[in-house]
Protein backbone atom coordinates (compact mmCIF):
# COMPACT_ATOMS: atom_id res chain seq x y z
CA UNK A 1 0.00 0.00 0.00
CA UNK A 2 2.80 2.54 0.78
CA UNK A 3 4.25 1.59 -2.16
CA UNK A 4 1.29 2.53 -3.95
CA UNK A 5 0.67 5.61 -2.36
CA UNK A 6 4.05 6.73 -3.24
CA UNK A 7 3.55 5.84 -7.07
CA UNK A 8 -0.13 7.28 -6.97
CA UNK A 9 1.43 10.99 -6.06
CA UNK A 10 4.29 10.81 -8.34
CA UNK A 11 1.58 9.95 -11.05
CA UNK A 12 -1.23 12.25 -9.75
CA UNK A 13 0.88 15.27 -10.66
CA UNK A 14 2.15 14.31 -14.19
CA UNK A 15 0.08 16.49 -15.52
CA UNK A 16 -0.50 19.88 -17.75
CA UNK A 17 -0.06 22.29 -14.76
CA UNK A 18 2.58 20.48 -12.37
CA UNK A 19 4.16 17.81 -13.47
CA UNK A 20 7.11 17.17 -10.91
CA UNK A 21 9.22 14.39 -10.04
CA UNK A 22 8.59 11.64 -6.53
CA UNK A 23 10.36 8.83 -5.36
CA UNK A 24 10.04 5.14 -6.63
CA UNK A 25 12.85 2.73 -5.66
CA UNK A 26 12.31 0.30 -8.66
CA UNK A 27 12.30 0.07 -12.19
CA UNK A 28 9.19 -1.47 -13.91
CA UNK A 29 8.67 -3.43 -16.65
CA UNK A 30 5.54 -2.89 -18.94
CA UNK A 31 4.02 -6.27 -16.86
CA UNK A 32 4.92 -4.75 -13.70
CA UNK A 33 2.92 -1.84 -14.71
CA UNK A 34 0.14 -3.50 -15.98
CA UNK A 35 0.12 -5.29 -12.87
CA UNK A 36 0.20 -2.12 -10.94
CA UNK A 37 -2.52 -0.20 -12.80
CA UNK A 38 -5.23 -2.26 -11.22
CA UNK A 39 -4.15 -1.25 -7.73
CA UNK A 40 -3.32 2.52 -8.69
CA UNK A 41 -7.03 2.64 -10.44
CA UNK A 42 -8.45 1.23 -7.30
CA UNK A 43 -6.60 3.82 -5.01
CA UNK A 44 -7.63 6.75 -7.18
CA UNK A 45 -10.80 5.52 -6.65
CA UNK A 46 -10.69 5.73 -2.75
CA UNK A 47 -9.29 9.28 -3.37
CA UNK A 48 -11.49 10.94 -5.87
CA UNK A 49 -14.83 10.48 -7.89
CA UNK A 50 -14.62 8.93 -11.05
CA UNK A 51 -17.96 9.48 -13.30
CA UNK A 52 -19.59 6.53 -14.17
CA UNK A 53 -22.38 8.38 -16.02
CA UNK A 54 -22.26 6.97 -19.34
CA UNK A 55 -23.37 10.30 -21.34
CA UNK A 56 -19.84 11.31 -20.42
CA UNK A 57 -17.55 8.11 -19.94
CA UNK A 58 -18.79 6.63 -23.18
CA UNK A 59 -17.98 9.94 -25.01
CA UNK A 60 -14.56 10.56 -23.43
CA UNK A 61 -13.65 6.80 -24.47
CA UNK A 62 -15.04 7.02 -27.73
CA UNK A 63 -12.85 10.03 -28.03
CA UNK A 64 -9.83 8.31 -26.50
CA UNK A 65 -9.91 5.16 -28.41
CA UNK A 66 -10.61 7.40 -31.82
CA UNK A 67 -6.85 8.62 -31.01
CA UNK A 68 -5.57 5.25 -29.76
CA UNK A 69 -6.27 3.81 -32.94
CA UNK A 70 -4.13 5.85 -35.15
CA UNK A 71 -1.21 4.62 -32.95
CA UNK A 72 0.95 1.41 -33.94
CA UNK A 73 0.44 -1.63 -31.48
CA UNK A 74 0.53 -0.95 -28.07
CA UNK A 75 1.10 -2.82 -25.04
CA UNK A 76 -1.59 -1.35 -22.82
CA UNK A 77 -5.72 -1.39 -22.88
CA UNK A 78 -6.26 2.72 -22.83
CA UNK A 79 -9.35 3.63 -20.55
CA UNK A 80 -10.29 6.81 -20.07
CA UNK A 81 -11.57 8.38 -16.94
CA UNK A 82 -13.28 11.84 -16.10
CA UNK A 83 -13.06 12.79 -12.10
CA UNK A 84 -15.31 15.05 -10.64
CA UNK A 85 -12.78 17.78 -9.93
CA UNK A 86 -12.22 21.35 -10.56
CA UNK A 87 -9.15 21.83 -11.02
CA UNK A 88 -8.33 22.60 -14.87
CA UNK A 89 -5.97 19.37 -15.35
CA UNK A 90 -5.31 15.49 -16.68
CA UNK A 91 -2.94 13.04 -15.87
CA UNK A 92 -1.85 9.77 -16.90
CA UNK A 93 -1.56 6.39 -14.65
CA UNK A 94 0.41 3.31 -15.12
CA UNK A 95 -0.39 1.17 -18.43
CA UNK A 96 -2.97 3.08 -20.18
CA UNK A 97 -5.41 4.53 -17.48
CA UNK A 98 -5.80 7.77 -18.53
CA UNK A 99 -7.37 10.82 -16.17
CA UNK A 100 -9.31 14.07 -17.04
CA UNK A 101 -10.81 16.57 -14.49
CA UNK A 102 -14.35 18.00 -14.89
CA UNK A 103 -12.80 21.26 -14.51
CA UNK A 104 -10.64 20.69 -17.26
CA UNK A 105 -13.72 18.92 -19.51
CA UNK A 106 -15.65 22.05 -18.36
CA UNK A 107 -13.50 24.62 -20.08
CA UNK A 108 -13.01 23.19 -23.20
CA UNK A 109 -15.67 24.85 -26.09
CA UNK A 110 -15.01 22.32 -28.58
CA UNK A 111 -13.81 19.04 -29.30
CA UNK A 112 -10.73 19.62 -30.71
CA UNK A 113 -9.54 21.37 -27.72
CA UNK A 114 -10.39 18.12 -25.41
CA UNK A 115 -8.99 15.80 -28.30
CA UNK A 116 -5.68 18.02 -27.73
CA UNK A 117 -5.28 17.41 -24.07
CA UNK A 118 -5.69 13.64 -24.33
CA UNK A 119 -3.58 13.54 -27.15
CA UNK A 120 -0.80 14.68 -25.09
CA UNK A 121 -1.55 11.97 -22.24
CA UNK A 122 -1.70 9.34 -24.64
CA UNK A 123 1.64 10.18 -25.76
CA UNK A 124 3.19 10.50 -21.93
CA UNK A 125 1.91 6.25 -22.12
CA UNK A 126 3.18 5.56 -25.68
CA UNK A 127 6.52 6.97 -24.78
CA UNK A 128 7.12 4.64 -22.00
CA UNK A 129 7.42 7.75 -19.78
CA UNK A 130 6.27 6.26 -16.54
CA UNK A 131 8.93 3.47 -16.71
CA UNK A 132 11.64 5.96 -17.39
CA UNK A 133 10.52 8.09 -14.77
CA UNK A 134 10.66 5.95 -12.30
CA UNK A 135 14.14 4.64 -13.28
CA UNK A 136 15.56 7.89 -13.11
CA UNK A 137 13.73 8.37 -9.54
CA UNK A 138 15.85 5.04 -8.84
CA UNK A 139 18.83 6.03 -9.86
CA UNK A 140 18.85 9.52 -8.19
CA UNK A 141 18.24 8.19 -4.98
CA UNK A 142 15.44 11.08 -3.84
CA UNK A 143 13.51 9.74 -0.97
CA UNK A 144 9.74 11.73 -0.51
CA UNK A 145 8.25 11.89 2.74
CA UNK A 146 4.62 10.09 3.28
CA UNK A 147 3.45 13.14 5.06
CA UNK A 148 4.39 14.87 1.65
CA UNK A 149 2.77 12.18 -0.57
CA UNK A 150 -0.50 12.28 1.93
CA UNK A 151 -0.35 16.26 0.97
CA UNK A 152 -0.40 15.77 -2.67
CA UNK A 153 -2.80 13.14 -2.30
CA UNK A 154 -5.23 15.32 -0.35
CA UNK A 155 -4.57 18.54 -2.19
CA UNK A 156 -5.76 17.04 -5.55
CA UNK A 157 -8.38 15.23 -3.60
CA UNK A 158 -10.35 18.75 -2.65
CA UNK A 159 -8.08 20.50 -0.33
CA UNK A 160 -5.83 23.62 -1.53
CA UNK A 161 -4.00 22.86 -4.76
CA UNK A 162 -1.93 25.75 -4.33
CA UNK A 163 -0.78 24.46 -0.73
CA UNK A 164 -0.26 21.17 -2.27
CA UNK A 165 2.20 22.65 -5.23
CA UNK A 166 4.21 24.49 -2.65
CA UNK A 167 4.91 21.70 -0.38
CA UNK A 168 6.11 20.30 -3.82
CA UNK A 169 8.38 22.84 -4.83
CA UNK A 170 10.12 22.92 -1.17
CA UNK A 171 10.29 19.32 -0.84
CA UNK A 172 12.11 19.30 -4.92
CA UNK A 173 14.74 22.06 -4.58
CA UNK A 174 17.79 21.50 -5.92
CA UNK A 175 16.79 17.91 -7.87
CA UNK A 176 17.81 19.66 -11.13
CA UNK A 177 18.19 16.35 -12.57
CA UNK A 178 15.30 14.82 -12.55
CA UNK A 179 14.07 18.37 -13.97
CA UNK A 180 15.94 18.44 -17.05
CA UNK A 181 14.49 14.08 -17.40
CA UNK A 182 11.17 15.53 -17.01
CA UNK A 183 11.52 18.74 -19.52
CA UNK A 184 12.48 16.07 -22.27
CA UNK A 185 9.42 14.07 -21.69
CA UNK A 186 7.35 16.65 -21.75
CA UNK A 187 8.76 18.05 -24.90
CA UNK A 188 8.62 14.04 -26.76
CA UNK A 189 4.75 14.13 -25.63
CA UNK A 190 4.12 17.22 -27.45
CA UNK A 191 5.45 16.23 -30.48
CA UNK A 192 3.98 12.61 -30.59
CA UNK A 193 0.51 14.56 -29.62
CA UNK A 194 0.89 16.59 -32.36
CA UNK A 195 0.93 13.98 -34.96
CA UNK A 196 -1.27 11.31 -33.06
CA UNK A 197 -3.57 14.04 -33.08
CA UNK A 198 -3.68 14.70 -36.52
CA UNK A 199 -3.27 11.45 -37.73
CA UNK A 200 -6.77 10.89 -35.90
CA UNK A 201 -8.19 13.66 -38.08
CA UNK A 202 -7.81 16.63 -36.08
CA UNK A 203 -6.73 20.95 -36.60
CA UNK A 204 -3.62 21.20 -33.96
CA UNK A 205 -5.65 24.76 -33.66
CA UNK A 206 -7.43 22.81 -31.04
CA UNK A 207 -4.85 22.06 -28.71
CA UNK A 208 -3.74 25.61 -29.79
CA UNK A 209 -7.12 27.07 -27.74
CA UNK A 210 -7.14 24.76 -25.38
CA UNK A 211 -3.14 25.44 -23.76
CA UNK A 212 -4.40 29.27 -24.23
CA UNK A 213 -7.24 28.35 -21.78
CA UNK A 214 -5.08 26.36 -19.34
CA UNK A 215 -2.53 28.85 -19.47
CA UNK A 216 -5.15 31.80 -18.71
CA UNK A 217 -5.99 29.70 -15.97
CA UNK A 218 -2.66 29.28 -14.10
CA UNK A 219 -3.04 29.64 -10.68
CA UNK A 220 0.20 31.55 -9.67
CA UNK A 221 1.95 34.88 -10.90
CA UNK A 222 5.28 34.80 -12.13
CA UNK A 223 6.71 35.78 -8.51
CA UNK A 224 4.77 33.32 -7.04
CA UNK A 225 5.66 30.50 -8.72
CA UNK A 226 8.41 27.89 -6.35
CA UNK A 227 11.89 27.88 -8.82
CA UNK A 228 11.13 24.04 -8.95
CA UNK A 229 7.75 24.68 -10.82
CA UNK A 230 9.50 27.23 -12.95
CA UNK A 231 11.89 25.05 -14.21
CA UNK A 232 9.15 22.46 -15.86
CA UNK A 233 7.87 23.19 -19.08
CA UNK A 234 5.20 25.19 -18.48
CA UNK A 235 2.15 26.13 -21.48
CA UNK A 236 3.42 29.27 -22.42
CA UNK A 237 6.59 27.27 -23.93
CA UNK A 238 4.61 24.82 -25.52
CA UNK A 239 2.20 27.49 -26.66
CA UNK A 240 4.88 29.34 -28.21
CA UNK A 241 6.33 26.07 -30.32
CA UNK A 242 2.57 25.73 -31.38
CA UNK A 243 2.21 29.10 -32.30
CA UNK A 244 5.21 28.95 -34.57
CA UNK A 245 4.08 25.68 -36.23
CA UNK A 246 0.63 27.28 -36.81
CA UNK A 247 1.97 30.34 -38.10
CA UNK A 248 2.11 29.72 -42.38
CA UNK A 249 -0.95 27.58 -41.66
CA UNK A 250 -4.47 28.59 -42.62
CA UNK A 251 -6.83 29.21 -39.21
CA UNK A 252 -9.45 26.63 -38.51
CA UNK A 253 -12.45 27.28 -37.11
CA UNK A 254 -13.35 24.78 -34.26
CA UNK A 255 -15.07 21.70 -34.69
CA UNK A 256 -18.60 21.30 -33.98
CA UNK A 257 -19.52 17.77 -32.58
CA UNK A 258 -22.90 17.20 -30.88
CA UNK A 259 -21.59 14.08 -28.64
CA UNK A 260 -18.79 16.61 -27.26
CA UNK A 261 -22.13 19.19 -26.43
CA UNK A 262 -24.32 16.60 -25.02
CA UNK A 263 -21.54 14.94 -22.90
CA UNK A 264 -20.17 18.71 -21.41
CA UNK A 265 -23.99 19.36 -21.13
CA UNK A 266 -24.75 16.15 -18.57
CA UNK A 267 -21.40 16.94 -16.96
CA UNK A 268 -22.64 20.64 -16.14
CA UNK A 269 -25.91 19.75 -15.11
CA UNK A 270 -25.12 17.14 -13.14
CA UNK A 271 -21.92 17.70 -11.25
CA UNK A 272 -21.90 21.73 -11.55
CA UNK A 273 -23.51 23.93 -8.74
CA UNK A 274 -27.30 23.81 -9.69
CA UNK A 275 -28.41 27.58 -9.48
CA UNK A 276 -25.12 28.14 -11.93
CA UNK A 277 -25.90 25.55 -13.91
CA UNK A 278 -29.63 26.49 -14.24
CA UNK A 279 -27.94 30.20 -14.87
CA UNK A 280 -25.66 28.95 -17.74
CA UNK A 281 -27.96 26.81 -19.61
CA UNK A 282 -30.55 29.51 -19.41
CA UNK A 283 -28.29 32.03 -20.94
CA UNK A 284 -27.07 29.38 -23.82
CA UNK A 285 -31.01 28.71 -24.25
CA UNK A 286 -31.96 32.86 -24.69
CA UNK A 287 -28.94 33.01 -27.69
CA UNK A 288 -30.25 30.01 -29.31
CA UNK A 289 -33.74 28.75 -28.56
CA UNK A 290 -32.63 25.41 -30.37
CA UNK A 291 -30.12 24.31 -28.53
CA UNK A 292 -31.37 20.56 -27.40
CA UNK A 293 -27.99 20.04 -25.43
CA UNK A 294 -28.57 23.34 -23.62
CA UNK A 295 -32.17 21.96 -22.64
CA UNK A 296 -30.65 18.60 -22.19
CA UNK A 297 -28.59 20.00 -19.18
CA UNK A 298 -31.34 22.33 -18.04
CA UNK A 299 -33.33 19.58 -17.43
CA UNK A 300 -30.62 17.54 -15.27
CA UNK A 301 -29.86 20.43 -13.54
CA UNK A 302 -33.20 21.07 -12.66
CA UNK A 303 -33.92 17.52 -11.75
CA UNK A 304 -30.54 17.98 -9.62
CA UNK A 305 -32.53 20.49 -7.91
CA UNK A 306 -35.51 18.94 -6.86
CA UNK A 307 -37.71 20.75 -9.64
CA UNK A 308 -38.90 17.42 -11.10
CA UNK A 309 -42.17 19.10 -12.96
CA UNK A 310 -40.22 21.87 -14.44
CA UNK A 311 -37.37 19.79 -15.53
CA UNK A 312 -40.00 17.54 -17.37
CA UNK A 313 -41.21 20.56 -19.65
CA UNK A 314 -37.29 21.20 -20.67
CA UNK A 315 -36.33 17.52 -21.30
CA UNK A 316 -39.45 17.08 -23.66
CA UNK A 317 -38.27 20.35 -25.44
CA UNK A 318 -35.03 18.32 -26.17
CA UNK A 319 -36.26 15.09 -27.33
CA UNK A 320 -38.36 17.47 -29.23
CA UNK A 321 -35.16 18.93 -31.17
CA UNK A 322 -33.42 15.70 -31.21
CA UNK A 323 -36.13 12.66 -31.35
CA UNK A 324 -33.76 10.02 -32.24
CA UNK A 325 -31.12 10.56 -29.14
CA UNK A 326 -31.68 7.61 -26.87
CA UNK A 327 -30.03 9.60 -24.10
CA UNK A 328 -32.55 12.13 -24.37
CA UNK A 329 -35.19 9.35 -23.90
CA UNK A 330 -33.34 7.99 -20.64
CA UNK A 331 -33.16 11.01 -19.11
CA UNK A 332 -37.34 11.90 -20.25
CA UNK A 333 -37.49 8.16 -18.66
CA UNK A 334 -35.84 8.88 -15.17
CA UNK A 335 -37.31 12.45 -15.03
CA UNK A 336 -40.80 11.00 -15.34
CA UNK A 337 -40.50 8.55 -12.60
CA UNK A 338 -38.43 11.51 -10.23
CA UNK A 339 -41.81 13.19 -11.06
CA UNK A 340 -44.19 10.17 -10.15
CA UNK A 341 -45.52 10.01 -13.52
CA UNK A 342 -44.74 6.21 -13.88
CA UNK A 343 -46.45 4.96 -16.55
CA UNK A 344 -45.25 7.47 -18.85
CA UNK A 345 -41.70 6.56 -17.85
CA UNK A 346 -42.25 3.21 -18.70
CA UNK A 347 -43.54 3.65 -21.24
CA UNK A 348 -40.55 5.89 -22.95
CA UNK A 349 -37.96 3.57 -21.52
CA UNK A 350 -39.67 0.50 -23.33
CA UNK A 351 -39.95 1.51 -26.48
CA UNK A 352 -36.10 2.06 -26.76
CA UNK A 353 -33.81 -0.68 -28.58
CA UNK A 354 -31.04 -1.85 -27.15
CA UNK A 355 -31.77 -0.43 -23.74
CA UNK A 356 -28.73 -2.03 -22.04
CA UNK A 357 -26.15 -0.08 -24.65
CA UNK A 358 -26.87 3.21 -23.20
CA UNK A 359 -25.65 2.55 -19.57
CA UNK A 360 -27.69 1.26 -16.60
CA UNK A 361 -29.93 4.13 -16.04
CA UNK A 362 -32.39 3.30 -18.13
CA UNK A 363 -32.92 -0.07 -17.03
CA UNK A 364 -32.49 1.24 -13.68
CA UNK A 365 -35.58 3.32 -13.88
CA UNK A 366 -37.58 0.46 -16.12
CA UNK A 367 -37.65 -1.67 -13.49
CA UNK A 368 -38.57 1.26 -10.90
CA UNK A 369 -41.45 2.50 -13.04
CA UNK A 370 -42.85 -1.24 -13.36
CA UNK A 371 -42.19 -1.83 -9.66
CA UNK A 372 -44.05 1.31 -9.06
CA UNK A 373 -46.75 0.32 -11.33
CA UNK A 374 -47.04 -3.11 -9.49
CA UNK A 375 -45.52 -4.60 -12.07
CA UNK A 376 -43.07 -6.75 -10.50
CA UNK A 377 -42.61 -9.78 -12.84
CA UNK A 378 -41.79 -7.18 -15.30
CA UNK A 379 -39.00 -5.10 -13.78
CA UNK A 380 -37.58 -8.64 -12.45
CA UNK A 381 -36.97 -9.21 -16.43
CA UNK A 382 -35.52 -5.82 -16.69
CA UNK A 383 -33.34 -6.01 -13.30
CA UNK A 384 -31.81 -9.54 -14.77
CA UNK A 385 -30.79 -7.93 -17.20
CA UNK A 386 -29.31 -5.13 -15.73
CA UNK A 387 -27.32 -7.32 -13.18
CA UNK A 388 -25.86 -9.62 -16.48
CA UNK A 389 -24.69 -6.14 -17.98
CA UNK A 390 -23.64 -4.30 -14.96
CA UNK A 391 -22.87 -6.93 -12.32
CA UNK A 392 -21.62 -3.98 -9.95
CA UNK A 393 -24.51 -2.09 -9.83
CA UNK A 394 -25.89 -2.49 -6.13
CA UNK A 395 -29.04 -0.91 -6.56
CA UNK A 396 -30.49 -3.08 -9.33
CA UNK A 397 -29.26 -6.73 -6.47
CA UNK A 398 -31.26 -4.45 -3.37
CA UNK A 399 -34.38 -4.32 -6.08
CA UNK A 400 -34.13 -8.06 -7.77
CA UNK A 401 -33.87 -9.16 -3.99
CA UNK A 402 -37.27 -7.18 -2.39
CA UNK A 403 -38.81 -8.61 -6.21
CA UNK A 404 -37.67 -12.17 -5.47
CA UNK A 405 -39.01 -11.75 -1.84
CA UNK A 406 -42.30 -10.56 -3.26
CA UNK A 407 -42.99 -13.54 -5.69
CA UNK A 408 -42.25 -15.79 -2.46
CA UNK A 409 -38.77 -16.92 -3.90
CA UNK A 410 -37.06 -16.43 -0.63
CA UNK A 411 -33.66 -18.53 -1.51
CA UNK A 412 -33.06 -15.88 -4.18
CA UNK A 413 -34.33 -12.80 -2.57
CA UNK A 414 -31.56 -13.16 0.44
CA UNK A 415 -28.92 -13.85 -2.09
CA UNK A 416 -29.04 -10.54 -4.03
CA UNK A 417 -29.51 -8.71 -1.09
CA UNK A 418 -26.50 -10.44 0.57
CA UNK A 419 -24.83 -9.65 -2.28
CA UNK A 420 -26.03 -6.31 -2.18
CA UNK A 421 -25.06 -5.85 1.60
CA UNK A 422 -21.38 -7.33 0.76
CA UNK A 423 -20.43 -5.13 -1.94
CA UNK A 424 -21.98 -1.77 0.33
CA UNK A 425 -18.99 -3.00 2.84
CA UNK A 426 -21.80 -3.81 5.26
CA UNK A 427 -20.32 -7.29 5.74
CA UNK A 428 -22.32 -8.87 9.08
CA UNK A 429 -25.67 -7.92 6.71
CA UNK A 430 -24.16 -9.66 4.19
CA UNK A 431 -23.55 -12.75 6.13
CA UNK A 432 -27.05 -13.06 7.16
CA UNK A 433 -28.66 -12.62 3.46
CA UNK A 434 -26.43 -15.38 2.73
CA UNK A 435 -26.99 -17.59 5.54
CA UNK A 436 -30.57 -17.71 4.97
CA UNK A 437 -30.24 -17.34 1.23
CA UNK A 438 -28.57 -21.45 1.90
CA UNK A 439 -31.51 -22.14 4.63
CA UNK A 440 -34.21 -21.27 1.72
CA UNK A 441 -31.84 -22.66 -1.27
CA UNK A 442 -34.17 -24.08 -3.49
CA UNK A 443 -31.49 -26.27 -6.02
CA UNK A 444 -28.12 -27.46 -5.78
CA UNK A 445 -27.26 -24.04 -9.09
CA UNK A 446 -27.94 -21.24 -6.49
CA UNK A 447 -26.19 -23.15 -3.27
CA UNK A 448 -23.01 -22.94 -5.52
CA UNK A 449 -23.35 -19.34 -6.08
CA UNK A 450 -23.80 -18.61 -2.38
CA UNK A 451 -20.78 -20.40 -1.49
CA UNK A 452 -19.46 -18.21 -4.33
CA UNK A 453 -20.46 -14.98 -2.94
CA UNK A 454 -19.44 -16.15 0.84
CA UNK A 455 -16.02 -16.50 -0.49
CA UNK A 456 -15.76 -13.01 -2.16
CA UNK A 457 -17.35 -12.14 1.07
CA UNK A 458 -13.97 -13.04 3.43
CA UNK A 459 -12.27 -12.25 0.41
CA UNK A 460 -13.60 -8.40 0.92
CA UNK A 461 -13.43 -8.77 5.02
CA UNK A 462 -9.62 -9.46 4.79
CA UNK A 463 -8.50 -6.71 2.06
CA UNK A 464 -10.67 -4.33 4.19
CA UNK A 465 -8.69 -5.28 7.85
CA UNK A 466 -5.29 -5.29 5.40
CA UNK A 467 -6.07 -1.97 4.36
CA UNK A 468 -7.01 -0.66 7.36
CA UNK A 469 -4.11 -2.01 9.07
CA UNK A 470 -1.87 -0.63 6.55
CA UNK A 471 -3.40 2.66 7.24
CA UNK A 472 -3.15 3.09 10.87
CA UNK A 473 0.69 1.77 10.65
CA UNK A 474 1.87 4.19 7.81
CA UNK A 475 -0.17 7.06 9.23
CA UNK A 476 -1.04 8.77 6.24
CA UNK A 477 -4.36 9.02 6.56
Not at 219 to 237: C, F, V
Amino acid sequence: MLRTIKIIAWFLVICLMVRPPLVYAGQMTVSEEKELAEEFLETVRRNFTIIEDPVIHNYVNELGQSIVSVLPPQPFEYKFYVIDQDGVNAFAGPAGNIFIFSGLFEVMDSEGELAGIIAHEIAHVSARHIAELLEKSKKSQIVSATGMIAGILLGLGGASAVGSALAIGSAAAGQSMILAYTRENEMEADFLGRRYLEDAGYSLYGLQRALEKIRAREWYGEKEIPTYLKTHPATRERLANLNNMLADRPAAEPEENFAFRRAQAALTGLYEDTDKAVKKFKQKISRQDTDAAAFYGLALALAQGGRPEAALEKIKKAVSLKPSDPYFKIALGRISFMAGKYEEAEKTLAKIDNLKDYGAEGLFYLARSRISSGDCKGAVSALEILHENFPDHKEALYFLGQCKGEQGRLGEAHYYLGMHYSKNGEFETARFHFKRAMEKAADIKLEEKINKEMEKLRDREKENKRRQQEEENSGTY
